[in-house]
């Protein structure tokens, strides 16, 4: 449940959920998240979700924050059906030529890297958020065996398709992007497609994802 709201700048809500990061308080934004999207409150224009937070820009012509600050206060989310997640299977391919800190990991965690896949490939994901590049996921949780620190000097190009790890989260490169995290293989999905006009994004907020691990030839062909 929300723990505070308070005014971000003059046309926004700061909704705070907590400091931890779980599944549990992140679960509770998605379903206001949600909530709110689908009742359409005039004169909301922007909903935009994280870990724990959630922030609410409105258009200060339709409405103020007094007035907001009420309505989400007083929204009864208690009967709102489970979420509707779906279950998302992404390939990627971990030959070295894309798992460019594979070195670095087994260095930092102390184990082979047949035993860092196994232990990625087993998982399950839950998608937090997503955001930082366009439709960027972030998946929880890896295992404390698997958790890493970013890398010292993050690259000036990460590979778009890059999967890669830190701390307690996966993610997806969806553009060649500036990034510090450690890269362990890409995939030949496009994970943001900017020319669908609604829901351009493959993962969403809620989502479960499952990796499978394929060949460099069957990255090469994948989309032929």
Known sequence: MIK?????????LY???GNEVNKEINT???????????KNIFGINNLTPSYNKLIISFDLKKTNYKNLKTIIENLDISNQEDLQSERKEIPICCDESFALDINRLEEKLKIDR???YKNFFKKNFFCYMTGFIAGMPFLGDLDINMRV???????????KGSVGITEQFANIYTYE????WNIIGNTPLKIFDKNKETDPNLINPGDTVVFKKITKDQFKNYNE
């Open 114 to 116: 047949e035993k860092i």
């Open 28 to 38: 509770s934004v998605i379903r206001y998240f949600k909530s709110i999207k689908n």
């Open 15 to 17: 909704c705070d959920f």
């Open 177 to 180: 992007s500036p990034g510090g």
């Open 149 to 159: 620190k970013r890398l010292e000097t993050p690259r000036v190009k990460v590979p």
């Open 4 to 12: 505070n709201i308070s005014n971000l700048g003059d046309a926004a």
